[in-house]
Nanobody, 121 residues
Framework: QVQLVESGGGLVQPGGSLRLSCAAS????????MGWYRQAPGNERESVAG???????NYADSAKGRFTISRDNAKNTVYLQMNNLKPDDTAVYFC???????????????WGQGTQVTVSS
């Protein structure tokens, strides 16, 4: 079994900052890619940022210059530092990991349960 657990969401004023964390646990052999997605009410889930095991990152245009993704491979944890938050950033943020497990044939994608981020004055 593999679990992804997010934390760090909450209510913040425009211009504020939040740091999200996501820890993967369970029967894990290797985590190839970890990332963050978000889904606002009425919208489809969209990619925010991703990071490979070697630290190569990519960002959505909306996140560039404001968000920073990082990961601690020893802790199987990915972080998303979000600065200068805007009301449009309000959404449920989901952690995502592509990993291999001794219990499953081939790499598989896993999702966390999501954490709410609300940007409002």
């Amino acid at each position: 079994q593999v679990q992804l657990v997010e934390s760090g969401g909450g209510l913040v004023q425009p211009g504020g900052s939040l740091r999200l964390s996501c820890a993967a646990s369970g029967s894990i052999s290797s985590i190839y890619v970890m990332g963050w997605y978000r889904q606002a009410p009425g919208n489809e889930r969209e990619s925010v940022a991703g990071i490979t095991k070697t630290g190569i990152t990519n960002y959505a245009d909306s996140a560039k210059g404001r968000f920073t993704i990082s990961r601690d491979n020893a802790k199987n944890t990915v972080y998303l530092q979000m600065n200068n938050l805007k009301p449009d950033d309000t959404a449920v943020y989901f952690c995502n990991a592509v990993l291999s497990s001794p219990l499953v044939l081939g790499p598989k994608t896993y999702w966390g349960q999501g954490t709410q981020v609300t940007v409002s004055s």
